[in-house]
Nanobody, 123 residues
């Protein structure tokens, strides 16, 4: 079992930055692919960013490429999402996910989910 706890969400203005963190507990953190997903009101949960077991490969949704950066610190059992140049369209609940697959780019692949953290970007 893996437990994931997100933090770092909040209310910001357009153009601001936020860094989300996801702390994991459980076994073998460095054997999981990790990812961030988000869900806006009335919309389906969508992929935002993913990172492989070692951190050597990263994946991004087109909507966040160049603005968001995913990283992981296996020594701290933590994955991060640095979000820059935030837009109102980025407003959503952000979820951390873990999967046995190294390439986590779809919600159907996720084996574990965090509880989510709200990000609100005002115009």
């Amino acid at each position: 079992q893996v437990q994931l706890v997100e933090s770092g969400g909040g209310l910001v203005q357009t153009g601001d930055s936020l860094r989300l963190s996801c702390a994991a507990s459980g076994r073998a953190f460095n054997t999981y692919g990790l990812g961030w997903f988000r869900q806006a009101p009335g919309k389906e949960r969508e992929f935002v960013a993913g990172i492989s077991w070692t951190g050597g490969s990263t994946y991004y949704a087109d909507s966040v490429k160049g603005r968001f950066t995913i990283s992981r610190d296996n020594a701290k059992n933590t994955v991060y999402l640095q979000m820059n140049s935030l837009k109102p369209a980025d407003t959503a609940v952000y979820y951390c996910a873990a999967a046995w697959s190294s390439k986590l780019i779809s919600s159907t692949q996720a084996d574990y989910w965090g509880q989510g953290t709200q990000v609100t970007v005002s115009s």
